[in-house]
């Protein structure tokens, strides 16, 4: 698929909710999807049109999610945490580690900062941030493709760094060694983390995602008790991250906390960490 097709097509669903809706109904109830709607997102191949009923293609379930993340996020009021956390201005330099398709970054674009970059090495999602950049007429946004293990940035280039359930998916010691890297000095770094406590509450509620739960499991009990990690094929990673090791290695390595996330809730599950770079 051309990237200027799918450019289009994202824009197209931004600009017609009921096309956007049409996207989402392929996944789970279809009757409503009218004839034509199958037809435009056929043509962005976003849905193939077999019989007997149009289904959406790996690229269409793709954008599905990453616009339905989108608008979680900015409708739904999710981002407002970190953006106040992170107190972007004007003259800020935001980088968004793992951006997907900017449905966090674009939040804090809207703080108009001086640069803001979203790092992501899914180009469909990239693809995918472009269009919305254009959608909300965010000219600062900066797509880059490359992987948060090796940034492609000099150091300190960024004072207000994001990475957003991310680290579950990675190398997580050279990932946090690389946000360190390139934070300058008093740089804020906001960090959402999956812990072990996550992965636990699947694992006795018998969610184990074809094994998936367990492994992220005995992966994380590797990293956070001998520093390793394994690896499935050239880039999947799965593991948790405890709290108390990101904080502890975060201070050993030059950073201050200056806070943790107080939801009762969440905090266990999905524990966000605010520092700064001293
Ligand atoms: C759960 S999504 C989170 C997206 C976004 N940060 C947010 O706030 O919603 C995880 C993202 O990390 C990206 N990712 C995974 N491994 C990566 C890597 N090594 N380098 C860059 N991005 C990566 C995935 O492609 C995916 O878009």
Same mark, same amino acid.
């Given at each position: 698929?051309?990237?200027?097709?799918?450019?289009?097509?994202?824009?197209?669903?931004?600009?017609?909710?009921?096309?956007?809706?049409?996207?989402?109904?392929?996944?789970?109830?279809?009757?409503?999807?009218?004839?034509?709607?199958?037809?435009?997102?056929?043509?962005?191949?976003?849905?193939?049109?077999?019989?007997?009923?149009?289904?959406?293609?790996?690229?269409?379930?793709?954008?599905?999610?990453?616009?339905?993340?989108?608008?979680?996020?900015?409708?739904?009021?999710?981002?407002?945490?970190?953006?106040?956390?992170?107190?972007?201005?004007?003259?800020? *330099?935001?980088?968004?580690?793992?951006?997907?398709?900017? @449905? !966090? =970054? +674009? $939040?804090?674009? /809207?703080?108009?900062? &001086?640069? %803001?970059?979203?790092?992501?090495?899914?180009?469909?999602?990239?693809?995918?941030?472009?269009?919305?950049?254009?959608?909300?007429?965010?000219?600062?946004?900066?797509?880059?493709?490359?992987?948060?293990?090796?940034?492609?940035?000099?150091?300190?280039?960024?004072?207000?760094?994001?990475?957003?359930?991310?680290?579950?998916?990675?190398?997580?010691?050279?990932?946090?060694?690389?946000?360190?890297?390139?934070?300058?000095?008093?740089?804020?770094?906001?960090?959402?983390?999956?812990?072990?406590?996550?992965?636990?509450?699947?694992?006795?509620?018998?969610?184990?995602?074809?094994?998936?739960?367990?492994?992220?499991?005995?992966?994380?009990?590797?990293?956070?008790?001998?520093?390793?990690?394994? *690896?499935?094929?050239?880039?999947?990673?799965?593991?948790? @991250? !405890? =709290? +108390? $090791?990101?904080? /502890?290695?975060?201070? &050993?390595? %030059?950073?201050?906390?200056?806070?943790?996330?107080?939801?009762?809730?969440?905090?266990?599950?999905?524990?966000?960490?605010?520092?700064?770079?001293?």
């Amino acid at each position: 698929m051309k990237s200027s097709i799918l450019h289009a097509t994202c824009l197209r669903l931004l600009r017609d909710p009921r096309l956007l809706q049409a996207l989402e109904d392929l996944s789970h109830d279809p009757s409503g999807v009218s004839r034509e709607q199958a037809e435009i997102l056929a043509d962005g191949g976003l849905c193939n049109l077999t019989p007997p009923r149009a289904a959406l293609t790996r690229l269409g379930r793709g954008v599905s999610y990453h616009l339905a993340e989108y608008r979680r996020q900015i409708e739904g009021g999710a981002a407002e945490t970190y953006i106040s956390r992170l107190d972007v201005r004007h003259d800020s *330099r935001v980088l968004d580690v793992g951006c997907g398709a900017g @449905q !966090s =970054l +674009v $939040a804090l674009l /809207r703080e108009r900062p &001086r640069l %803001g970059v979203g790092l992501e090495f899914d180009a469909t999602a990239l693809a995918v941030f472009t269009a919305i950049s254009e959608f909300e007429g965010l000219r600062g946004a900066h797509p880059v493709r490359g992987n948060a293990e090796m940034l492609p940035f000099a150091d300190g280039s960024f004072d207000r760094i994001l990475c957003r359930v991310v680290l579950m998916h990675v190398r997580v010691l050279p990932t946090l060694a690389e946000i360190a890297r390139v934070s300058a000095a008093g740089a804020l770094v906001y960090l959402h983390l999956t812990d072990f406590w996550f992965y636990w509450r699947k694992f006795l509620r018998r969610q184990w995602e074809k094994g998936g739960v367990p492994f992220a499991l005995l992966n994380g009990l590797l990293l956070q008790f001998l520093g390793l990690q394994v *690896r499935i094929g050239a880039t999947r990673s799965m593991n948790y @991250q !405890s =709290l +108390v $090791a990101v904080r /502890r290695w975060l201070i &050993r390595h %030059g950073f201050e906390i200056v806070g943790i996330e107080e939801d009762r809730e969440h905090r266990r599950l999905q524990p966000k960490i605010l520092a700064r770079r001293c």
